[in-house]
């Protein structure tokens, strides 16, 4: 079997003395979907910050391709082929769509493809480019961000939490987009709160709780688990 | 004549920017009972409790609370009337003891005879009652989230509140402290404290909560017992997604179809420039090109 | 008309020069977060520098212009972005002002140092070269600052929205995190637009170095004008920047033309910037209470009662012991160090316990001394009412400011400051200028202290007794307030305390302290005029402050002592008196992100001292007077476990 593009071994990381993550484990295989589920808090989005070298873990290693990246900088990832989406509406919103995709083109990709790419698959973001980002509707802002994701054409992409606040028709959409993208053979590491939603395109699922990753398996079983920790036990 | 509850939110409207954080959102919560407010991240539970307790102003709509109407009240005002909250993301006076935390909103509610007064009292009780008399010489900087919470909650109960606005009081406590925790909510509850709780641990939730209020995308899309919140489809959609089937109950949680989608897990050969560059990086920043082939 | 006509073209010049000067600013804020108070300072030095190339060294005009504004400015700004500020724009407001007044201060050090205080001159562009315009004529200098604030605009504005580097700009002021996620570099934007900041601070300087002349404060002062500018702009804004710098222009060269200047209304001209400034960070809009994480910051060890105790004796007996020994000069020096020492005092209650950062402290030691000399009554109750009234100036100054945090109150507070100092202090009524006030020796009872040396011991006293003061309002429930606002306001406000106007409490006492101070100052050299406050010594006053520690009483003791022996060593080595200038801001940037300062190393000292080399030569550690030494939990290991 070959590398994992993404291994994480025994991570533990923490804000001052509070530890958020207390040894995550976890792997993602090359050209594979997994969904990392979990209740707010369980620390996902750290784990995504220390993934994407933005937050020093305390201990524990992070392999890209099988090499420990645990002290190159964000930027030197997102240059290499780590495309991180984080949680929120990753865009600039005081730029316009064209300014926000101009700015993609850091990741190695030149800027008239990017675009080329972009209002292909989006011809909405095409009828805005002049349009300040953070006008958009949160959907449009979300297909903009994924814009970079199928631009950049990455080695790993990681999802954080991409449905957030949005709508389920455009949430559906959305997944179209990584269902597409994953079938391109993009690796993906898609955190989400909606476990159905995420499972539609998952390979594999994990689940995170406590700052550990505590079920990993298929998505079937992990759904019916999930329900429990989502919506409370069988009380 | 029903008297009103403790605590009516009425048509709150909170917009920033283009962005509506809280859509027309009306719920309540009573004295002695403990109320959920529950709903998927971004939902806009946070917002409610700033617009509750007077840290953001609503766009529109009006916060009623013991019978007033409190909407232009400040903060401290809000506070002095008897509303209490905890944070999402902590406030713990970060230089100062766990115990110091709890004088200083003993002090506080003293006023200004309490500011000649050296405080005196049960600042140990409140800490003994929470559970964390133990880290009562610590700074609250160094203190696990788990605790900073518990300290939050006894800085509020040092006012004695009428209403407590809890955000998201458990995470960071494990699964025999939620317990305890959950004792001592009906605890306050009993001793005819209103209970106002944003919190996602639905164990927690499902078992000491009397009443439920969902909200998705800033509205209250469902409100009543937590057998009936559990059972709502719409309820189900909000926190699992979305899915064609309809109406649905818990036993039909099944993968939707779509799943019928997903690529071959195993890839061909290295397929991207991309990629190459991830595996050069061996070089780059080790000079040992091994291991990824 | 006419005239109305040379009134607008002046107006666009100068308004021209301070849009140059403002837009360098507004860059190096959007992008970086740090807002440069040393940015008139930076200009100063260029302008010297362009003076150094283009006179005494005789290049050609042209040629320095480009060496200077493409290399030596460049260079600055990418020095500064590369070790100065990195990372300034996370830390807290007070750190970064603390590190840019520092630069300022360097600056000035750097100026004086390098060019000795002479007479220097520098020609305006084409001097001599005229262009009439109807029947006004304008210089070829004012066409050609015109022009280049026009180039500036629009350099900056393609710069912005038609490169990369210039989207990233801007995209970092939107989210640095999320611009290396993409794979920019917030580092090489940052330095990038430190290095055009520094490069059209350069410029404004040299544009307007022939109408101020080459000064080091002049230059560097006359920043507040790109200061006021940039606040209306909310220092991102580059269009309303350069709509506020002309109106800023037009409005300062209408004023003296039409309004009737006598008096009064001829001081408030010189301060019209500074009332622009004030009124816009008045009327910002309101910023919401920050709600974030759990911060606390480690505070110096608080000494026990007894401690404190031995301390003040021997600080008393020694201060005693000089008294008797040393000459009337001298003893003014310890007189002056134990004034500033009480104004430090305000400082650590203010800054070091609040966290809020005041540029205005000397002012109110100044209304104190004016208060207490106009009084002409030398006793306790005149005293008292100098106190008072600086309090309540303190308050009125709070007042406005109420909702203002950080960067706006620390501006809005040297807006202030400014404007005691040039229309107050400087009144007829007040001060006078260049005027002197007399003021009586402190009397009680009846008894009035004449003598030098016991009028330094009851300065000394009073010292010592607001030290105490300080401490035990620490140890007591305003100290625990104190520390909890500043670690949560909006905490506070949730447990029922108005925060707000526990500031303005906070503001008055602060602002008494430092008004006894200024008042027993202007006892001890008994006459006293505007030149003792003015404000850019608050400036050095917050560096001393930071330096020495301004979250402990020793180091307020000490920065007093510090500020006092600073003109007194640089009188005594003039050839070197900008090195200490340099060398203060040094020790400042350094410090600036250790809040305890050099008193809190001295503890840490004192505590390992105590720690390994005991009991066998305690009797011989060194000792600073009044520090207010080690820890609780170090007293009670000797045994004296009294200490609640």
């Known amino acids: 079997m070959s590398v994992p593009i993404l291994e994480v071994c025994d991570v533990h990381a923490a804000y001052g003395r509070i530890e958020v993550l207390r040894g995550v484990d976890l792997s993602v295989p090359k050209g594979a979907v997994l969904a990392l589920l979990g209740p707010n808090g369980a620390g996902k989005s750290t784990l995504t910050r220390v993934i994407s070298g933005q937050k020093k873990p305390t201990s524990g290693d992070v392999h890209l391709g099988g090499v420990d990246v645990r002290d190159v900088r964000p930027e030197e990832l997102a240059r290499v082929g780590l495309c991180t989406v984080p949680e929120g509406r990753s865009v600039f919103a005081n730029l316009t769509v064209e300014e926000n995709l101009l700015l993609m083109s850091y990741a190695g990709v030149p800027a008239p493809a990017v675009l080329d790419t972009a209002f292909s698959y989006f011809p909405r973001l095409h009828e805005r480019r002049h349009q300040l980002a953070g006008t958009m509707s949160g959907g449009e802002q979300q297909m903009l961000a994924m814009s970079r994701a199928l631009a950049s054409d990455p080695a790993l992409l990681i999802l954080d939490e991409l449905s957030m606040g949005l709508a389920p028709l455009i949430v559906d959409e959305l997944y179209e987009t990584v269902a597409r993208i994953a079938s391109s053979g993009v690796s993906i590491l898609c955190i989400e709160q909606f476990a159905r939603t995420a499972l539609r395109v998952a390979d594999y699922a994990a689940v995170m709780s406590g700052g550990r990753v505590v079920a990993t398996g298929e998505p079937a079983e992990i759904l019916r688990s999930m329900s429990d920790v989502i919506l409370g036990g069988a009380a | 004549m029903r008297t009103e509850p403790l605590l009516v939110v009425d048509d709150v409207v909170v917009r920033f920017g283009g962005v509506t954080a809280v859509d027309h959102a009306s719920f309540v919560a009573r004295s002695g009972r403990v109320t959920g407010l529950i709903g998927p991240n971004g939902a806009g539970k946070t917002t409610c409790f700033n617009v509750i307790s007077g840290l953001q102003k609503p766009t529109s709509g009006r916060v009623r609370f013991g019978g007033r109407t409190i909407s232009h009240t400040p903060v401290h005002r809000r506070a002095r009337r008897g509303i209490g909250r905890t944070f999402q993301r902590l406030e713990a006076f970060g230089s100062l003891t766990v115990g110091d935390n709890v004088r200083v909103a003993r002090d506080i509610r003293a006023g200004l005879l309490g500011a000649v007064r050296p405080s005196r009292g049960d600042v140990g009780g409140l800490l003994e009652r929470v559970g964390i008399a133990a880290y009562a010489d610590e700074r609250a900087d160094s203190v696990p989230t788990g605790v900073a919470r518990l300290l939050e909650l006894a800085r509020c109960l040092a006012g004695d509140p009428k209403l407590l606005l809890l955000d998201e009081p458990s995470s960071g406590q494990d699964e025999t402290e939620t317990e305890a925790f959950g004792v001592l909510l009906r605890d306050l509850a009993a001793e005819g404290r209103g209970i106002l709780m944003v919190e996602h641990d639905m164990d927690l939730v499902m078992s000491v909560c009397d009443e439920l209020h969902v909200l998705d995308f800033g509205e209250v899309i469902a409100t009543g017992t937590p057998a009936e919140i559990r059972s709502d489809p719409a309820v189900q959609r909000a926190y699992l997604g979305y899915s064609d089937a309809g109406s649905e109950t818990r036993t039909d949680l099944q993968p939707v179809e779509t799943t019928a989608v997903i690529p071959a897990v195993t890839p061909s050969t290295p397929r991207n420039s991309a990629e190459g560059a991830l595996r050069a990086m061996s070089t780059d920043f080790h000079g040992d090109p091994g291991g990824t082939s | 008309m006419s005239s109305f006509i040379a009134y607008t073209l002046f107006g666009l010049f100068s308004g021209a020069a301070y849009a140059i000067a403002a837009s360098g600013l507004v860059l190096t804020y959007s992008t970086t977060r740090v807002f440069n108070i040393a940015h008139g300072a930076l200009g100063m030095v260029l302008s010297f520098v ?577 520090a207010g030494g080690e820890d609780d939990l170090a007293s009670e290991s000797e045994g004296v476990a009294h200490a609640h």
């Open chain 3, 50 to 626: 362009f003076w150094d190339f283009s006179v005494r060294q005789g290049m050609p005009t042209l040629l320095a212009l480009a060496l200077v504004l493409l290399v030596v400015a460049p260079a600055i700004g990418w020095f500064i972005a590369r070790f100065v500020a990195r990372d300034l724009g996370d830390a807290p407001a007070s750190v970064s002002l603390v590190v840019t007044v520092a630069l300022l201060v360097m600056c000035i050090g750097v100026a004086t140092q390098v060019w000795p205080q002479e007479s220097r001159t520098i020609l305006p562009f084409f001097a001599g070269r005229t262009f009439g315009i109807g029947s006004a004529t304008i210089t070829a200098h004012q066409v050609i600052t015109i022009l280049a604030s026009v180039v500036v605009a629009t350099g900056l504005y393609v710069l912005l929205t038609r490169t990369r580097i210039g989207t990233a700009m801007r995209a970092s002021v939107d989210n640095p995190e999320l611009l290396r996620l993409f794979g920019g570099k917030p580092e090489q934007v940052a330095a990038l637009a430190w290095m055009i900041g520094v490069s059209l601070a350069g410029l404004a300087g040299i544009l307007l170095v022939s109408t101020v002349g080459l000064d080091y404060y002049a230059l560097t002062l006359l920043v507040i004008n790109a200061y006021a500018a940039a606040m209306l702009g909310r220092l991102t804004n580059l269009p309303l920047t350069f709509l506020g710098a002309m109106g800023l222009g037009l409005l300062t060269s209408y004023f003296p033309g039409y309004v009737h200047l006598d008096g009064f209304l001829a001081q408030v001209q010189t301060v019209l910037p500074a009332l622009f400034l004030f009124a816009v960070v008045v009327a910002l809009p309101q910023a919401q209470l920050r709600i974030g994480q759990v911060k606390g910051i480690v505070s110096a060890p608080l000494p026990s009662p007894r401690r404190t105790m031995g301390w003040s004796a021997a600080l008393l007996l020694l201060v005693a012991l000089l008294a008797g020994a040393l000459s009337e000069a001298n003893l003014l020096v310890v007189g002056r160090a134990a004034a500033f020492g009480i104004v430090m005092l305000s400082m650590v209650l203010l800054t070091g316990y609040g966290g809020h950062i005041s540029l205005a402290q000397l002012a109110f030691a100044g209304v104190g001394a004016l208060t207490y000399a106009k009084l002409g009554e030398p006793t306790l109750a005149g005293l008292a009412v100098s106190v008072l009234v600086s309090a309540a100036v303190g308050a009125l100054v709070a007042l406005p400011v109420l909702r203002l945090t950080g960067l706006y109150l620390a501006l809005a507070t040297l807006a202030f400051a400014s404007i005691m100092d040039k229309v107050v202090f400087q009144a007829d009524w007040a001060f006078g200028f260049n005027g002197l006030l007399p003021a009586g020796r402190l009397s009680f009872l009846g008894h009035s202290v004449s003598s030098t040396g016991a009028y330094v011991v009851v300065m000394t006293l009073f010292l010592v007794l607001v030290a105490w003061a300080v401490l035990v309002l620490r140890r007591g429930v305003v100290g625990r307030l104190l520390i909890a606002t500043r670690d949560s306001a909006a905490a506070c406000g949730t447990l029922g305390l108005d925060v707000r106007w526990f500031r303005v409490g906070l503001f008055a006492l602060s602002a008494g302290m430092a008004g006894l101070g200024g008042a027993l100052y202007a006892g001890l050299r008994q006459n006293i005029g505007s030149g003792d406050f003015i404000y850019f010594n608050s400036l050095l006053l917050l560096l001393f402050a930071v330096v020495a520690g301004v979250t402990s009483v020793s180091g307020a003791v000490l920065g007093g002592i510090g500020l006092t022996a600073l003109p007194e060593l640089q009188s005594s080595y003039p050839s070197v008196a900008g090195m200490f200038f340099v060398a203060i801001a040094v020790f400042a940037i350094l410090l600036a992100k250790e809040p305890n300062g050099i008193a809190g190393h001295l503890f840490r000292l004192g505590r390992w001292a105590q720690d390994r080399v005991a009991p066998r030569i305690r009797a011989n550690l060194p000792r600073l007077p009044g």
